[in-house]
């Protein structure tokens, strides 16, 4: 399992990370550790699904694209039917299904924000039903401060 | 924090291959600009350039760790949703965003009859019994404010692919 030095990894490291000709180096002189080390550990933790990436993390909407949460209500005897043809469109990034009678819950990733309203038409015409589209107004980001 | 104010500086094709190259993550290796900037044919110098220009307007959230919740033991996490006045909704956005257990909170729109919540906040806890005693949290914090909620578990992920630009 994690040691300290893991976890302080972890709690460190989600932001940060330098911009320069040595990072590793940079950021494992901070943790104490050699810059070997600091790579080693990132590499068995990639490994073992405890992080899910190390690097930049992106902002999809800065990038010029749309991005967009979508729920739908589908009957269970259909829902099988209609995950697989949600799921079937590049543009849904990940489906949920959920407990609740809106219980399909999928994200939106488009190459423009206009092509977000044309994806939810497409979908409700292949699958017969609604979709709520619930983009984001406003978000509320802190993000460091995931501890471990 | 708002995204609103800010123009988008629009990318050129190095900085797209730039993102295209990285988004997946950064090479494990001593000096990782270089190798991206070695498989882009362009420089490190140049590469290291455009990410801190990227950082700073905000095309790229951080550099560093992005922790799985779900393989580090936080197994309950569940999708609150609330109905608060539209002219609190900010304030509370931030205050119930900042709480430790809450990885992301959004302010989106409802649709009456049906739903209608407006504030959407991701709780974190190692069960569903801890993330029902963290949303107690915020049932106190915003009280008479509170106009209804409920608690959306995940049962099962049916596509996970994460979101990406086409290289």
């Known amino acids: 399992m994690m040691d300290s030095v893991d976890r302080a990894i972890i709690n460190r490291l989600q932001g940060g990370f330098p911009v320069s000709d040595h990072p590793y180096r940079e950021a494992a002189d901070h943790l104490g550790i050699s810059e070997a080390e600091l790579i080693q550990r990132l590499e068995q933790m990639l490994e073992k699904r405890q992080l899910s990436r190390f690097g930049p993390l992106y902002n999809a909407e800065r990038l010029g694209g749309g991005l967009s949460l979508c729920a739908m209500s589908i009957p269970e005897e259909d829902f099988e039917r209609v995950a697989e043809q949600v799921n079937a469109f590049s543009e849904v990034a990940h489906n949920y299904a959920r407990d609740h009678r809106l219980n399909m819950w999928f994200v939106l990733a488009t190459e423009t924000p206009t092509r977000i309203e044309s994806v939810l038409a497409e979908i409700e015409d292949v699958t017969g039903y609604r979709v709520y589209n619930m983009p984001k107004k406003e978000e509320f980001f802190v993000g460091l401060k995931f501890e471990v | ?167």
């Open chain 2, 1 to 167: 924090m708002s995204d609103k104010g800010i123009t988008t500086q629009p990318l050129d094709d190095l900085d797209r291959r730039i993102v295209v190259a990285t988004q997946g993550g950064l090479p494990l290796v001593p000096e990782p600009y270089e190798q991206v900037a070695q498989a882009l044919d362009s420089t490190a110098d140049e590469v290291m350039r455009r990410m801190r220009r990227m950082l700073e307007s905000g095309i790229i959230r951080r550099i560093g760790a992005v922790p799985n919740h779900y393989t580090l033991g936080f197994k309950g996490n569940g999708m609150t949703v609330w109905d608060v006045p539209d002219d609190k909704v900010q304030e509370y956005g931030r205050k119930i965003g900042a709480l430790d257990f809450v990885s992301h909170a959004y302010h989106r729109p409802r649709h009456l009859p049906e739903w209608h919540y407006n504030l959407f906040a991701m709780v974190h806890g190692r069960d569903r019994d801890e993330v029902m005693e963290k949303t107690k949290v915020i049932v106190e914090l915003l009280g008479k404010d509170n106009r209804g909620h409920e608690v959306l578990f995940s049962s099962r992920i049916l596509k996970k692919t994460g979101m990406r630009i086409p290289g």
